[in-house]
């Protein structure tokens, strides 16, 4: 009988301590201990992000238009930690214990209130924040394209709306700051921080 030719590989039978999906990573040329290590900076910044944009979105009160889209972005980032947090754990990562350590190696600087903690100055710090989190996927999605297509993904699918929140605020600072009309293209939310491309929760309760 002709042997199958993916029956066996890398990874022994019964070998508990590797993974088929990581070894062809590698053998793609995945540097995986590099990429774990990014994804969870990057994990650090979505969950501070998450974090201080509650703060940074009671101070709008009175601007009900941005708070409703500074919500969008708000919960969103929160999709993206939910949907990239289990690919650490896959790829043999963990988060670190201490929560401390996590916020301190987030890959994006803290997104403090501004003082004065006006429209203006928080438009610019949550505009700041989506123009490191379209970096860092973008960086994600270099390192893993063509050779990794699970967090590739993943990162692609977080990407598409980190481009969508750094438009928005660009309009409403745009507006705000310059009084000069530059569309977004923005679209409202079905419901709150909807998370149309990210939300994993199709992937975890169909
Ligand atoms: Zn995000
Ligand atoms: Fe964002």
Known sequence: MAEKKHASGIVASGDLTKRVGVEQMRARGVDVEQLIELLIDAAGAEFTTYYYYTILR???AGNEDYKEICEDARLEDRSHFEL???RIYELG???PRDIRDFADRAGCPDAYLPDPPTAESILSVLLDAERCAVRTWN???DLTFGKDPR???MASRILQEEIEHEAWFI????MERDG???????FRRG???ASPYSKNTGFYNP
Not at 171 to 174: A, N, P
């Open 191 to 193: 419901t709150p921080g």
């Open 93 to 95: 990562g963990s988060l």
């Open 139 to 141: 960086e994600v999605c």
């Open 151 to 153: 967090t590739y993904d």
């Open 84 to 86: 990239i947090t289990p």
């Open 171 to 174: 309009e409403l600072l745009s």
């Open 58 to 60: 009671m101070y709008l």
């Open 180 to 186: 000069d009309v530059r569309p977004s293209g923005h």
